[in-house]
């Protein structure tokens, strides 16, 4: 059957796998005949989204591995295959007044947001573990790139790093036919968005402001994603894409 | 630990337009025309700071007057 997006066979890495987005977009890249290598740090999820993938599981692997321990980081990667994909999900959300906004607290999400997707994605190009004509994809988020909220500042201060991170690596990797992509998701339903700081009334009525009424489900973060990683997308590099309802339309 | 009153001071700190004199333990904070969201995250946000207890949207909200979020504080110190 005549499927452009097909990923029959290419090899996927998916940071952040054993949970909302990121296990949506390794289940569904397996759909879609990926093989995975899915990286969470919470074993009983992980192997949730394992069971989950599609396909036969002697395709697919699981690594538990904390991002920020970069001499673990380094030491994994040299017993990954080459990939044809990679998409760094993994990422915390933070609330912080500025006025609250310690050093100490900014350094924690630029680590596990910013640093860390970087550096892995550094050192699998270093090792050449990302094959000619890969994709790699990373979740930045409208806030940063385009607005922001109340509490978001360092937040978004890390997904507008790694949109620019995306097009600095996109002009630099451009000549070995690697491409890099990242998403620009609004409000997702994963556990993210369910935190102490903000009551479910709360969400309720933030909901309200989306010209659909609704937040994104985790499948359409996926589908995008699926985009950059396949051949449809093959001349699309230092991209980003808004997913958000149109939401930053208003 | 720190005092109700140093709590109500510290409470007091994070409204600009609400005049201290007007925060006491029985104040019921909600009903406070400076109250927002807003607010509330720069308290839950001090009670990080000073106490180092994490308050969650649903402490603020089920607290009534000052002096019970206090002793929310208190417990989960
Ligand atoms: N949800 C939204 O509304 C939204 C909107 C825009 C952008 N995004 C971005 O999309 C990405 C995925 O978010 P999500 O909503 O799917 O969040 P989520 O459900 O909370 O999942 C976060 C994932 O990141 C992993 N992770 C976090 N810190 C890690 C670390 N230090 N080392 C290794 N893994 C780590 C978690 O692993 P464990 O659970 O195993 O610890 C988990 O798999 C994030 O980058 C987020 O900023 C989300």
Known sequence: ?250 | MKTLNEFIELFAEQFDETDASEITPNTVFHDLDEYSSLIALSIIAMVDEEFDVTLKGDDMRSAVTVEDLYNIVINKA
């Open chain 1, 1 to 250: 059957m005549y499927n452009p997006f097909s990923l029959e066979g290419k090899k996927v890495l998916v940071t952040g796998a054993s949970s909302g987005i990121g296990k949506s977009i390794a289940i569904e890249c397996s759909k879609l005949g990926a093989h995975l290598t899915i990286v969470g740090r919470n074993q009983e999820r992980l192997n949730e989204t394992f069971i989950s993938l599609d396909g036969d599981k002697n395709n697919h692997n699981q690594l538990l591995l904390e991002l920020t321990d970069y001499e673990r980081l380094e030491f994994s990667i040299k017993e990954l295959p080459v990939f044809d994909g990679v998409v760094n999900c993994a990422g915390i959300g933070t609330t912080n007044l500025f006025q609250f906004l310690t050093r100490e607290k900014m350094q924690h999400v630029f680590d596990v947001n910013f640093f860390s997707p970087v550096e892995l994605t550094r050192l699998l190009i270093k090792k050449k573990k990302i094959a000619k004509n890969g994709s790699v994809v990373f979740l930045s988020s409208i806030d940063g790139p385009i607005n922001s909220h109340i509490g978001n500042s360092s937040y978004s201060a890390t997904k507008a790093a790694l949109a620019a991170m995306a097009k600095g690596m996109a002009v630099e990797l451009a000549p070995k036919n690697i491409r890099v992509n990242y998403l620009m998701p609004g409000q997702t339903e994963t556990p993210l968005i369910h935190n102490e700081f903000i009551t479910e009334d709360q969400l309720a009525l933030d909901m309200e402001k989306y010209p659909m009424k609704r937040y994104g489900r985790p499948e359409e973060i996926a589908y995008a994603a699926i985009y950059f990683l396949s051949d449809v997308s093959t001349f699309t590099t230092g991209a980003g894409l808004v997913i958000d309802g149109g939401f930053t339309l208003i």
